[in-house]
């Protein structure tokens, strides 16, 4: 026993100085690091002056610690221990000198400051300018919403300004983010943008069914992103797909309370980004205001959604389990000039709570092409009679029909 024991620290410690070695001698140049057995270098915030479970903010020891991982040219590791960790706006920007994905392992619970006023960008925790970034750990991320929702006015002001996202990605390529926690976000859970190949899984998302714009993910101007595995229960979209994003797949996701997943809404802003190749699959909406929407607003810029598919999916009480809306925010005669085309619902099946269980109102001036729906058998509480309505749309149907297809059919 004890012999064998001799040899495993005999050989921890030899791996430890062959990856000293080959780091370049990077113990001696990152002070503040530690190495660890496995040859990787361990920043962790608290030697860097952060201060677990108290009133002091550990913003900078986290910024300091980030810049001193960064900057180290080997496998490296952001290590933040258990404890509850008190952040302001805090971005972790790059590039960075690994050749490797650096890891940013979060064990204890970071906590958002709830002044508004020491948040002047997008997010609360920033990645920006990242290639190759790993964030894990079993860890919390609370952004404390609950004492600043009350300033969401979005309801009623069409210009307003969104409170900052739990995490924010910017520029952040071949990404791997899972096994966290994000609570309460005070805006978005988590927003991904202008990134690339980006991977989310077993993310647990939670905050109150009436929590205003806190949607669980939102993703634009990006491509290559996967998400799956998790649990997304929030006051808006579980996930939402904005413009510019191309070759998204959910997969096993569990959505409710929430609005559901969306694609949009697109068409707010003038010259968006097209959306394509959208995949949603085995994954359950329960309880959600929607299931999967398309929604886009009127008046808009023309720019096309097209590609998607929402395949084996499971309907649990949802008020509008299928539904495009192109007539979405603001009032306008104008008609949307989002076209929306190849859409592809299969295999979609359980209970609504309203009585129009498939509802596809399309533009007038750019109708929907190519919708088809195959094998969709909803049922209502009580087997009520559920019906389907479209406009301007062009459907095609095939396999099981509950609700029978649509009656005014394509005007389109
Ligand atoms: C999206 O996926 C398709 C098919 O795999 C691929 O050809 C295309 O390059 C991808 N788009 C981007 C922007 O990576
Ligand atoms: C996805 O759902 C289909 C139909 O419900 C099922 O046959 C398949 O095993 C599921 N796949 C995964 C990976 O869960």
């Not at 650096?102 to 920033?126: E, F």
Request: proline letters at 5%.
């Amino acid at each position: 026993m004890e012999s064998g024991a001799r040899t495993i620290i005999f050989l921890i410690l030899s791996s430890a100085l062959f990856s000293c070695n080959s780091a370049g001698g990077g113990l001696l140049a990152s002070p503040g690091g530690r190495l660890s057995p496995g040859g990787e270098m361990i920043f962790n915030v608290l030697s860097f002056g952060a201060k677990p479970g108290q009133i002091q903010e550990s913003t900078q020891a986290f910024i300091k610690a980030w810049h001193a991982a960064c900057n180290f040219n080997g496998r490296v590791r952001l290590l933040v221990p258990p404890g509850v960790y008190r952040l302001s706006e805090t971005t972790f920007g790059g590039p960075c000198k690994s050749q490797s994905p650096i890891i940013v392992q979060v064990q204890g619970t970071l906590q958002a400051v709830t002044d508004l006023s020491a948040y002047t960008g997008k997010g609360w925790i920033s990645f920006s300018n990242v290639n190759g970034l790993t964030l894990t750990g079993g860890g919390t991320f609370d952004g404390q919403g609950r004492s600043l929702w009350r300033y969401n006015d979005c309801n009623n002001n069409p210009d307003c300004v969104h409170l900052p996202a739990s995490l924010y990605f910017t520029k952040v390529t071949n990404a791997k983010v899972k096994s966290i926690k994000i609570i309460n976000a005070m805006g978005f859970h988590m927003h991904v943008t202008n990134s690339y190949l980006f991977r989310a899984y077993r993310l647990d998302i939670t905050s109150p069914a009436d929590s205003p714009n806190t949607d669980g993910m939102h993703i634009s101007r990006s491509a290559n992103v996967k998400i799956s595995r998790s649990i997304v229960k929030t006051g808006d979209d579980c996930i939402s797909i904005g413009q510019g994003a191309t070759n998204v797949t959910i997969n096993r996701i569990t959505c409710g309370p929430g609005h559901g997943i969306s694609v949009g809404s697109l068409g707010k802003l003038p010259k968006e980004l097209d959306v394509q190749g959208v995949i949603v699959k085995n994954s359950t909406l329960q309880g959600t205001t929607n299931g999967l929407r398309i929604k886009t607003y009127p008046a808009s810029d023309p720019s096309r959604a097209s590609g998607m598919l929402f395949q084996d999916i499971i309907m649990d009480n949802v008020e509008n389990p299928i539904i495009i809306n192109q007539n979405y925010g603001t009032k306008s005669s104008k008609p949307s000039l989002v076209k929306i085309s190849d859409v592809i619902y299969q295999n979609v099946r359980g209970t609504t709570s309203s009585p129009v269980a498939v509802n596809l109102m399309c533009s007038s001036q750019a109708p929907c092409q190519n919708i088809h729906l195959n094998n969709v058998n909803l049922k209502f509480q009580g087997n009520l009679k559920l019906t389907a309505t479209c406009t301007n749309a062009q459907v095609g149907y095939s396999g099981i029909q509950i609700p029978p297809p649509c009656q005014s059919g394509a005007s389109a």
